[in-house]
Structure formats: C-alpha cells, structure tokens
C-alpha cells in the first residue's frame, strides 16, 4: 500500500470539524467565562496535564478556556503541566 497515513493535523475537513465543536462548547453558560479570572468571551483552552487528572476524573487532560491574560500564565507553566492553544487560530488533535 503506497497511501499515506491518515494525519489529523493535516486534514482540513476534519480540523473545521474540531473547530466547530470547540465554538459550541465555548458558547455554553458554564464556558462563557474565564476559568481563572471570570473574564467575558475566552478565546483560548488551556490543556492541563496532571498526574491526579486521570485518577480523579477517569481523563488524560483537562480542558479550560481562558482569556488572553490567563493564557500567558498557564504557558509559563510550561508545557508538561499547561498546553494554551487558541480556540479558532491553532489546529487541535
């Protein structure tokens, strides 16, 4: 078989699918501010990664959507604790 393999990064239909879920869930009551500073409208997700996470909560990681300022904090976390990614700018996996 000389087909490539499938890349979710590359697939376009596939990543403005994501997207498209990411902008419901950000539109919900609970999502609608920032998870640190209560902020209106987050434009980000922060991608949480901790040892606990998955104990307690049976995940991998925990998503949080945050404002623009907030997002600058959890990337000084470093990114095996916090991953920051834009909501409609960075392709998501």
Do not use: Y
């Not at 879920?21 to 999502?31: E, F, G, P, Y």
């Not at 995940?59 to 404002?67: E, K, P, Q, S, T």
């Amino acid at each position: 078989d000389t087909s490539t393999p499938f890349n979710i990064m590359t697939d376009p239909t596939l990543q403005k699918s994501l997207k498209k879920r990411l902008a419901v869930l950000v539109r919900k009551t609970s999502n609608r501010t920032c998870c640190d500073c209560w902020e209106k409208a987050p434009t980000w997700a922060a991608i949480i990664s901790t040892p606990t996470t998955s104990q307690i909560m049976g995940a991998r990681d925990l998503v949080a959507f945050v404002c623009f300022n907030c997002a600058g904090c959890h990337r000084q976390l470093g990114p095996s604790r916090s991953q920051v990614k834009s909501i409609a700018l960075d392709d998501w996996t």
